[in-house]
């Protein structure tokens, strides 16, 4: 086995340099003829598939290159934004009464939360009416018969 290998290699070296003329033949033969008839680069195959497909690689290049530079950069706060949102609140408490936002992650239905005002475990999550009596004021809606309303004017909310 291990005379073969070096065996097989010059054999093959003997192949390549008996072929090697006419290989060398053959190609200056090509490119003679192409100096004469320069469309014969064109109807080698080799090379019309070769260029067909530097072709095709410069345009998905481009193309991506093209859209990595139109698409614009995400904003710094658009995680923030999409993560959290801000929810209007109003103190339950009679003699509070106080309107304030909070910032919390979307979904957040953990009320009550503390009034910064009177400091009470009152605040409750607040809606605008926009009934024609409360127009547009924020008020805690209240449950009844399966559905969201407003306890001023009764206006159903959807
Ligand atoms: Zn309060
Ligand atoms: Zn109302």
């Known amino acids: 086995m291990a005379e073969e290998n070096p065996n097989r290699l010059s054999e093959w070296l003997l192949i390549v340099r008996e072929q090697a003329p006419v290989l060398r033949r053959r190609f200056l033969d090509w490119v003679?003829?192409?100096?004469?008839?320069?469309?014969?680069?064109?109807?080698?195959?080799?090379?019309?598939?070769?260029?067909?497909?530097?072709?095709?690689?410069?345009?998905?290049w481009v193309c991506s290159t093209a859209t990595t530079m139109l698409s614009p950069p995400l904003p710094v706060d658009a995680q923030s934004l999409a993560t959290s949102g801000d929810f209007h609140?109003?103190?339950?408490?009679?003699?509070?009464?106080?309107?304030?936002?909070?910032?919390?992650?979307?979904?957040?239905?953990?009320?009550?939360?503390?009034?910064?005002?009177?400091?009470?475990?009152?605040g409750q999550s607040a809606r605008r009416c926009l009934s024609t009596v409360c127009g547009?004021?924020?008020?805690?809606?209240?449950?009844?018969?399966g559905q969201s309303q407003c306890p001023y004017c009764q206006e159903t909310f959807p």
Not at 91 to 118: K, T
Request: hydrophobic letters at 40%; proline letters at 5%.
């Open 32 to 60: 003679e003829d192409c100096k004469q008839q320069p469309y014969l680069i064109w109807e080698t195959t080799a090379v019309r598939y070769s260029a067909y497909g530097l072709i095709v690689l410069v345009v998905m």
């Open 89 to 122: 609140v109003l103190c339950s408490d009679e003699d509070c009464g106080q309107h304030f936002v909070i910032n919390r992650a979307f979904g957040f239905h953990d009320f009550p939360v503390r009034c910064p005002a009177c400091k009470l475990l009152s």
């Open 136 to 145: 547009g004021r924020y008020v805690v809606p209240i449950e009844r018969d």
